[in-house]
Nanobody
Framework: VQLQASGGGLVQAGDSLRLSCVAS????????MGWFRQAPGKEREFVGA????????KYADSVKGRFTIFRDNAKNTVYVQMNSLQPEDTAVYYC???????????????????WGQGTQVTVSS
């Protein structure tokens, strides 16, 4: 499995970005897909995750109401639409695939099996 994240960039506070993550292989539609982020000097933190068919989505409190995660299983792609971005959202954003826990959405990085390379999001004030 390989995950390729893209869509990051430099934006101003209040702007929007949409990140994409394309997965290789045949396990995508059977996997929970998550987004995490890591700011300099901080631990990797959970942003949100979506169930296999997209019916359940869990968000971190810090992004709830601003970020939307959705997926297209036909394209092996998961997205995160990020609105009202703030400087504290600045981080490297990673997509991750959990192939082990198909019926629950977990929020800890160690529970995810595969990771993308990360895409930088920088929000200026």
């Amino acid at each position: 499995v390989q995950l390729q994240a893209s869509g990051g960039g430099l934006v101003q506070a209040g702007d929007s970005l949409r990140l994409s993550c394309v997965a290789s292989g045949r396990t995508f539609s059977n996997s929970v897909m998550g987004w995490f982020r890591q700011a300099p000097g901080k631990e990797r933190e959970f942003v949100g995750a979506i169930s296999r068919l997209g019916g359940r989505i869990k968000y971190a409190d810090s992004v709830k109401g601003r970020f939307t995660i959705f997926r297209d299983n036909a394209k092996n792609t998961v997205y995160v639409q990020m609105n009202s971005l703030q400087p504290e959202d600045t981080a490297v954003y990673y997509c991750a695939q959990d192939i082990s826990h198909s019926t629950v959405i977990l929020t800890t990085a160690v529970d995810y099996d595969y990771w993308g390379q990360g895409t930088q999001v920088t929000v200026s004030s």
